[in-house]
C-alpha cells in the first residue's frame, strides 16, 4: 500500500487566533447577507394576523382528537344556513374509526422501518468488508464500494421515496426499500470501522493453539465483531423508526400518509394525536435501544 | 546439546530466514534436546522474534533445515499439517493476546481447541471435562475467582497468567515464549515466571528475554543472537556480563557508543541491559 500524503487541513490555513477571528468575521459576513437579501426580497413577514392564528392553531393543539372518542358530541348536527338538517355524527364513533385506523399506521410504520432497516444491513455488509482497511480487498472494488456508500448516504430518504413510489408504486415496499437504501450508507460506515478494530493479534493468538479457520472465527472474530454490529444496527433502526414517520407524506405508507391528511385539512387536533403517537413511539424504542446497546458493551 | 536428532525438539541446519531481501536469520546448527529450558538474548532486531515465528510455523525458511518437534518445516506446510504443530507449540506472546470480550475461562478453552472440534467449538459449549481441566488451570495461576471476568477487565499481570493458564490447558510439548513479562511489573514479571516455568514442567521451553535478572529464573542454557546470527551459546553460569554486555553494546564499536562500557560495575550492565 502506498501512503498518501496528507491532505492539507483547513486548520494548517486557519489556525491561530488571527485565522479563527477571520473565520469569525466571514460567518458574520454570510449571517448578514442572508438576512438582508430576504429582507430586500420581503420574504421575512410573518403573514398578515400571526398572533391570532399562533393562539387558534395552539388552541386546537392542546384539544388532541382522541379526547373526543369519550367526551365527543354523539349527535353532532350538520346544518346548512337555512336550518335544513343535513346529517348526524357521531364523534364518538368517527374518532375511534380514526385510532384504529391510526394504530394501522404505526404498526405500518414499524414495519418498514423494521425491514428497511435490516434489509439495508443486510446489503451493507459485504460493502463494508470491501471498504474496511484492515482486509485489503483489491483496490478498485474497495473503490467502488466506498463510492457505493457514500452516494446512497448523500441521498436523502424522502428523495428515494419519491423515485421508488414512480418504480414499484405506492405503498410500504417503496418506504422499504427506501430507507433501505439510505441506510445503506451509514451501516456500511460503522460496520467497516468494527471491522476495522479487530484486534489481529488476538486472532493469531488464537490461531497459534492450532485453531481451524472456522473455530477461529467462531472464538475470536464473532465475539468481537457481533456486540458492535448489533450496537450499530439498533443505533440505526432507532433512526429509522424516526425517519420512517415522514415517509408516508409522499405516498410510502404508515403515519406520514396520516400527517399529510390532518394538516392538508388544517385538522390540527388530529395532527396533535398523530404527533403524540409519533412522540411516544420514538421515545420508547429510543430508550429500549439504548439499554439494549449499554449492556452489549 | 549433543543429543541424537531423535530427542531433540528443535533441530536447524544452516537456516536462514529473510523478509525482502534482508537476512533476519542466519543459524549454521542448533539444536535444543527436549525438556530443555533455554534463554533467548539479543538487542532490537536481532532475529529473535524471528526465529520463534519460524518455530511457531508462522513464517517460512528460505533455506536450509528445521525440524521442530520432529516435523521438517523446510516448504510451507499444509495448513492441516501446520494446525498439528501448533496444538504441540504453546505461545505466550508480548502483548497480552487474550480475545478481549470473552471471560477468562473462555480464553482458557482457547487452549483445548486442538482437541475440540465440531459444533462444540463453534458454540463455546466446551465439554465438561473440558471446562474442569481449564478450572484446574485457572486455580494453577490463582485466578479462579476470576473466571467470569471479562479479558478486557484484567490487568496486565492477571491476563499473562491466563495466557498461561491457556498454554497450562493447551499441554504443548513446545513453549515458546516471546519477552513473557515485558508489560509487567518486576514483582508480576517474577510471579509470570514462576508460572511459566511450572507449566513448562513436561515440556520445552524457549523464551526471549530482555531482564537478565530473570535468566536464572527461566533458562539453564542462553542463546545470544546478534544480526540474525548466535554470538554465543551457554550454560546459565557460564554466562557474563561482559558477554550480555558486548551483545547489546551498538554497531559503531567504541567511537559511537550510546552508553559507556562500565569496567567493573555488573549492576550498571544489568540496568542497561534492562532497556
Redesign the interface.
Known amino acids: 500500500m502506498t501512503v498518501l500524503a496528507p491532505p492539507p487541513r483547513l486548520g494548517d490555513h486557519f489556525g491561530g487566533r488571527l485565522g479563527f477571528l477571520g473565520l469569525a468575521l466571514a460567518y458574520a459576513l454570510l449571517v448578514a447577507a442572508c438576512v438582508v437579501s430576504l429582507l430586500a426580497e420581503n420574504e421575512l413577514s410573518l403573514g398578515r394576523n400571526p398572533l391570532a392564528n399562533l393562539v387558534k392553531t395552539a388552541g386546537e393543539f392542546a384539544r388532541p382528537s382522541f379526547v373526543d372518542v369519550w367526551f365527543g358530541n354523539p349527535q353532532l348536527e350538520y346544518r346548512s344556513d337555512d336550518g335544513n338538517l343535513l346529517r348526524v355524527e357521531n364523534r364518538q364513533e368517527v374518532e375511534r374509526n380514526h385510532l384504529a385506523a391510526l394504530a394501522e399506521a404505526t404498526w405500518t410504520t414499524i414495519r418498514i422501518a423494521t425491514l428497511g432497516s435490516l434489509l439495508g444491513a443486510i446489503l451493507a455488509l459485504p460493502l463494508a468488508v470491501l471498504t474496511a482497511r484492515n482486509l485489503s480487498a483489491p483496490r478498485p472494488l474497495a473503490w467502488l464500494a466506498k463510492g457505493l456508500l457514500d452516494v446512497t448516504r448523500s441521498i436523502h430518504t424522502l428523495v428515494f421515496g419519491l423515485v421508488l413510489v414512480g418504480i414499484v408504486g405506492l405503498g410500504p415496499t417503496a418506504g422499504i426499500l427506501a430507507i433501505a437504501l439510505h441506510s445503506l450508507g451509514s451501516y456500511g460506515k460503522l460496520f467497516a470501522e468494527s471491522i476495522e478494530t479487530l484486534d489481529m493479534a488476538a486472532i493469531n493468538a488464537v490461531r497459534s493453539v492450532g485453531a481451524g479457520p472456522v473455530q477461529v472465527f467462531f472464538n475470536a472474530i464473532w465475539p468481537a465483531v457481533l456486540p458492535q454490529f448489533v450496537s450499530s444496527h439498533l443505533y440505526i433502526w432507532e433512526f429509522n423508526i424516526r425517519d420512517s414517520t415522514i415517509l408516508g407524506i409522499i405516498g410510502a405508507g404508515g403515519l406520514g400518509l396520516l400527517i399529510s391528511e390532518a394538516t392538508s385539512l388544517f385538522q390540527w387536533g388530529r395532527l396533535s394525536t398523530v404527533l403524540l403517537v409519533v412522540f411516544l413511539l420514538v421515545t420508547t424504542f429510543d430508550a429500549l435501544s439504548r439499554r439494549i446497546r449499554k449492556a452489549l458493551l | 546439546m549433543n543429543a541424537a536428532p531423535s530427542s531433540a525438539a528443535i533441530a536447524l541446519k544452516s537456516l536462514a530466514c529473510s523478509a525482502g531481501d534482508r537476512t533476519l536469520l542466519a543459524i549454521d546448527e542448533l539444536v535444543v534436546a527436549e525438556g530443555e529450558r533455554v534463554a533467548i538474548v539479543g538487542h532490537n532486531g536481532a532475529g529473535k522474534t524471528t526465529l520463534l515465528r519460524l518455530l511457531?510455523g508462522?513464517m517460512p525458511p528460505a533455506q536450509g533445515t528445521a525440524e521442530v518437534l520432529g516435523r521438517a518445516l523446510e516448504e510451507p506446510l499444509p495448513a492441516a499439517e501446520l494446525?498439528?504443530?501448533?496444538?504441540?507449540?504453546?505461545?505466550v506472546?508480548q502483548?497480552l493476546?487474550?480475545?478481549?470480550?470473552?471471560s477468562a475461562l473462555e480464553n482458557v478453552l482457547?487452549?483445548s481447541?486442538?482437541r475440540v472440534?465440531g459444533w462444540r467449538?463453534?458454540?463455546?459449549c466446551y465439554p465438561p471435562p473440558e471446562v474442569a481441566s481449564a478450572e484446574t488451570s485457572l486455580h494453577a495461576v490463582g485466578l479462579l475467582a476470576h473466571a467470569r471476568t471479562r479479558a478486557d477487565r484484567l490487568s496486565g499481570g492477571e491476563k499473562q497468567k491466563v495466557?498461561i493458564a491457556?498454554l497450562l490447558m493447551?499441554r504443548p510439548r513446545l513453549i515458546l515464549a516471546d519477552e513473557p513479562t515485558a508489560a509487567l511489573d518486576p514483582s508480576a514479571a517474577a510471579e509470570v515466571c514462576h508460572l511459566l516455568v511450572k507449566a513448562a514442567r513436561q515440556a520445552t521451553l524457549i523464551t526471549v528475554v530482555h531482564n537478565p535478572a530473570l535468566l536464572p529464573l527461566l533458562a539453564e542454557r542462553v542463546i545470544g543472537l546478534r544480526h540474525g546470527q548466535i554470538a554465543f551459546d551457554l550454560p546459565l553460569a557460564r554466562v557474563s556480563d561482559q558477554e550480555l554486555g558486548d551483545l547489546y553494546r551498538p554497531d559503531g564499536g567504541t567511537e559511537h557508543r550510546l552508553w559507556q562500557a562500565p569496567s567493573s560495575t555488573p549492576s550498571a550492565i544489568r540496568s542497561v541491559a534492562f532497556r
Do not use: D, N, P
Open positions: 511457531s508462522f494446525r498439528l504443530l501448533r496444538q504441540e507449540v504453546g505461545q506472546l502483548g493476546h487474550l480475545v478481549a470480550r470473552l482457547i487452549g481447541l486442538g472440534t467449538s463453534w458454540t463455546r495466557a491457556r493447551q
